[in-house]
């Protein structure tokens, strides 16, 4: 794996007007939940234990740093959206073990604290590329709950990352896994599940990074 072959991705980016779930397994109408109407964003979310790092692996430090500082280098960012509690999405949000792990498989060193692995993320990949991999992260239009997930295997995603998709492959009728680009790394599992239940933006922690290109 190579930092030039995760960087060349960084081309052309843009926000993506519908998403589709090409094939969702069909719910019962009249068992239908109703939709959510709530408008706290997930920026809120990634937010609420402050901007510092710590030492927990589960949490979302290095995604809330990542996100800031694309915005602070890109204010109209399509990343933006993940501000606008009133945009429907679903995201899937890699905890800080997650991307650890990506420093390591990018680099071939283990980094001991959280805001080494950011450093080096930010400065070894760029805004561009880090751009490219949030995006990645985000189905912009749908709301899935993790219960809509588990009888949506096969399911096909659109990603906010122009013409990137991800596939829902659902194992032994209890595990969501996340199909990416990368054929050889092993693909997420979702390891925490509906976050921000009741509002118009959803997300699922995962234990690895989407990756958008086969490193």
């Known amino acids: 794996m190579t930092l030039g ?35 706290t964003s997930l920026a809120t979310v990634l937010a609420a234990d402050g ?11 290095i995604l809330d740093n990542a996100v800031s500082a694309v915005l602070k280098a890109k ?15 679903t995201a899937f949000l890699p905890t800080d073990r997650a ?17 080494k692995v950011f450093t080096v993320l930010a400065t070894e990949l760029g805004v561009e590329t880090i ?7 985000v ?13 949506a295997d096969g399911a096909v995603l659109t990603t906010a990352l122009t013409g990137s998709t991800v596939r829902v492959d659902v194992v032994r009728c209890a595990v969501v896994k996340l199909v990416d680009a990368d054929r050889d790394a092993r693909n997420p599992v979702v390891v925490a599940r509906d976050l921000n239940a009741g509002n118009v933006q959803i997300a699922h922690g995962i234990d690895r990074v989407l990756r958008p290109v086969d490193l």
């Open 5 to 39: 072959r995760l960087a060349r991705t960084g081309a052309v980016v843009a926000l993506a007007t519908a998403a589709t779930l090409a094939t969702l397994a069909p719910a019962d109408a009249h068992r239908r939940p109703a939709a959510p109407t709530g408008t």
């Open 51 to 61: 901007a510092g790092f710590d030492r927990n692996p589960r949490d979302y430090d």
């Open 75 to 89: 204010p109209t960012s399509p990343v933006a959206v993940l501000a606008d509690g009133d945009t429907a999405l």
């Open 99 to 115: 991307f650890r792990q990506l420093a390591v498989d990018l680099t071939g060193h283990r980094y001991r604290s959280e805001s």
């Open 131 to 137: 751009e490219d991999v949030l995006l990645y992260h």
């Open 139 to 151: 189905v912009p239009g749908a709301i899935l709950s993790y219960r809509q997930a588990l009888r």
